[in-house]
């Protein structure tokens, strides 16, 4: 059994942005070894059923992302700065909800190790990072979230990011099966294998303030009206 990053292990990007490395040199390196089948199953150890989308992604997205693979680079690297930012701000605003802290805390580390990645990645290949824009996916489920009572509010935003990193982790294992072998290729399995840990993540936390049954309902309706957004939108060179 491949084994997880211990607690304050990350990711480090090699040189000139290529494979990363971890920290702690734990065996993650088994994956980066590994042909794409294999590490899809791998991945499925740590992505289960917690998140079942009810969208695949077609295969015609690719197209998309291949034909402008700059901009899709561009846009993944300013996902990862903004689910880093999404950790800390959750931790900010519930400083009483003690249950979640360290881990968000982890969780923002990680992607800001992801967005480092990415950024090297960018810069190698001649690229500026653009201004933020506004990711039309992100907020129509954010539109979703249910204000009407605190608590209700709280399960939300634990469970919104977890969706979001849901279909990150599908997608991003998308590129990576479909590039050449390469140290790019190698870095986007280890990106994908971590996104799969971190979408379990959120629905793990909102269990430990929420009954499982409650949990799992407010799962299911916002999981199927993130199916009816994504076939919403257009295929483009965009993580979403």
């Keep these: 059994m491949s084994r997880r990053l211990p607690p304050g292990g990350c990711w480090r990007a090699g040189k000139n942005g290529g494979a990363p490395r971890s920290v702690t040199e734990t065996a993650h390196l088994e994956l980066i070894n590994c042909a794409s089948g294999i590490a899809s199953r791998l991945l499925a150890r740590y992505t289960g059923h917690v998140f079942d989308l009810r969208l695949s992604t077609p295969r015609a997205w690719l197209d998309h992302v291949f034909a402008d693979f700059d901009a899709f680079l561009l846009d993944h690297t300013l996902c990862e700065r903004k689910a880093s930012a999404t950790g800390m701000s959750l931790v900010a605003k519930y400083p009483d909800k003690t249950l979640i802290g360290d881990d968000l805390i982890e969780f923002a580390r990680e992607e800001l190790e992801h967005f480092h990645i990415m950024y090297r990645i960018c810069r190698t290949r001649g690229l500026i990072l653009p201004e933020d824009e506004k990711d039309l996916y992100v907020n129509r489920l954010r539109a ?31 590129v990576s099966e479909a590039l050449e072998e390469s140290p790019l290729k190698q870095t986007y399995l280890e990106v994908t294998r971590a996104e799969a840990r971190h979408h379990a993540l959120f629905f793990r936390l909102a269990r430990r303030y929420f009954d499982e049954s409650v949990v799992q309902r407010r799962a299911d309706q916002l999981l199927d009206a993130e199916a009816e957004i994504m076939a919403s939108l257009p295929l483009r060179a965009r993580v979403h």
């Design 144 to 174: 979703l979230v249910n204000g009407r009572h605190d608590e209700e509010l709280f399960l939300d935003r634990l469970l919104i990011p977890g969706v979001v990193e849901a279909r990150g982790c599908e997608r991003l294992m998308l």
